[in-house]
T-cell receptor, first 116, second 113 residues
Framework: EAGVTQFPSHSVIEKGQTVTLRCDPI?????LYWYRRVMGKEIKFLLH????????ESGMPNNRFLAERTGGTYSTLKVQPAELEDSGVYFC??????????????FGPGTRLTVL | AQKITQTQPGMFVQEKEAVTLDCTYD???????LFWYKQPSSGEMIFLIY??????QNATEGRYSLNFQKARKSANLVISASQLGDSAMYFC??????????FGTGTSLTVIP
């Protein structure tokens, strides 16, 4: 069974440009999550999709970030325009079951974003 | 507020020795889950072990065990018989009433031959 995949693995862009990150969850997983780790800090939650609906987007830092999950399959996270502080590793995770304390989330390898 | 604290930014352990990675948490939820993930240099996050807040016994998975002390709100990871391949970043995480995970800042473990 394929795991969570993310594309690209690395992205280097200049301040003010736009970048779109993609996440393909494990097939059949309705729950999809985005997280971000800024260098030296903890991994922070950004948002949670249940199928194509945004269940919780309380962690989205500002309106420069736009996440979509059309059709409830893969998801994209767009940063427009990118700022220096957006640099970090963006992780995507998926899970089959939500609403229980045991809810293992399977993580992708992350996309390392560098904004110059 | 939900919070995970990992106070050890870096740890060293001799190969074949045991090591304990500390994790304390703060939550007002009655039901929650605690997780440990390993992140090797390749970047992927690998699930290691889970402990539920109502589980009375400490979780174990092979060489990994979780020393769960509920009253102290700690969930330390113990790795026995360390191997060179254990060198990685280790993250403690908690899931409470919501669906999101709360992570600590991580501990970088280096196993010395």
């Amino acid at each position: 069974e394929a795991g969570v995949t993310q594309f690209p693995s690395h992205s280097v862009i200049e301040k003010g440009q736009t970048v779109t990150l993609r996440c393909d969850p494990i097939s059949g997983h309705d729950n999809l999550y985005w997280y971000r780790r800024v260098m030296g800090k903890e991994i922070k939650f950004l948002l949670h999709f249940v199928k194509e609906s945004k269940q919780d987007e309380s962690g989205m830092p500002n309106n420069r970030f736009l996440a979509e999950r059309t059709g409830g399959t893969y998801s994209t996270l767009k940063v427009q325009p990118a700022e220096l502080e957006d640099s970090g590793v963006y992780f995507c995770a998926s899970s089959q079951v939500a609403g229980s304390s045991y809810n293992e989330q399977f993580f992708g390898p992350g996309t390392r974003l560098t904004v110059l | 507020a939900q919070k995970i604290t990992q106070t050890q930014p870096g740890m060293f352990v001799q190969e074949k020795e045991a090591v304990t990675l500390d994790c304390t948490y703060d939550t007002s939820d009655q039901s929650y889950g605690l997780f440990w993930y390993k992140q090797p240099s390749s970047g992927e996050m690998i699930f290691l072990i889970y402990q539920g807040s109502y589980d009375e016994q400490n979780a174990t998975e092979g060489r990994y065990s979780l020393n769960f002390q509920k009253a102290r709100k700690s969930a330390n990871l113990v790795i026995s018989a360390s191997q060179l391949g254990d060198s990685a970043m280790y993250f403690c995480a908690m899931r409470g009433g919501g669906n999101q995970f709360y992570f600590g800042t991580g501990t970088s473990l280096t196993v010395i031959p």
